[in-house]
């Protein structure tokens, strides 16, 4: 069995995850929704013929806001990266995941006009997403990969597979509503639109901030090796988090 060894630094990366981890939770947590379903249809219809620009807006709103499923879990990704175009590259990988289910389920609900009322899923996507989150953690903790100078690092495959997992929380629903009140004003092939652009807006508000605060940590720290390692910490506590959150919708359901 393998003795597992703990570095001179770890008091300070535990201290590091648990701040980041504790700051990332009072966002979540303390934010009001700003995205309900009545703003955005107000945003899309009041621009009318200019409903790409409108889907972008709301995409950006998305990603602009402290979701547990937007930038307060991918900047954990963007912290373990060595530069900034691994930092682009991780938040683009769980970005286009998204992206590629919004786009899929616009394209086909344009092609229904039905409305599923996803919502109902988010506990067991919170769950879901937790038991993924964890399951990284503890791979990239214990797991034996390719490292960057000895730092294990986020395999962007797993990035992949969260982000396609995340897709189905947060504001899914809010790409389904958009999309059945904008294709009555195009052609429903063209639906497919609506769930890119939206996935496009929330990839480049995500993409700002995480960016601002991997420059802002890393130059604060002085040392990407603790940075890196307070990320996957901070990957795993937000995995339990996340599991709790997902209890308690069930236990608590909001009426």
Known sequence: MQKITFSRKSPRVWLLAGIISVAIIIAIMSMPEVLEPPLAKYIVKSMGSYWLIAVLIVGVIHGLKPDEHTWPITVTY???????????????VFASALTLVWTLMSALVGELMGLLNTSVLDPYVDIIVGITMIGIAT???????????????ADYRLIWIHGLAAAFGGDFFIVLILTIVIVPMITTGLSFLVGFM???????????????????????VGDWSVVAEAGRIALGILGLFMIWLGVYSFLFPND
């Open 139 to 153: 791979y990239l903790v214990f797991g034996k990969h390719r490292d960057h100078h000895d730092v294990k690092t």
């Open 78 to 92: 963007g912290l373990m990266q060595r530069n900034v175009r691994g930092v682009i590259t991780a938040v683009s």
């Open 198 to 220: 939206f996935g496009f807006g929330s990839w480049l508000a995500q993409t700002i901030i995480v960016l601002a605060i991997y420059k802002g940590v890393v130059k604060s």
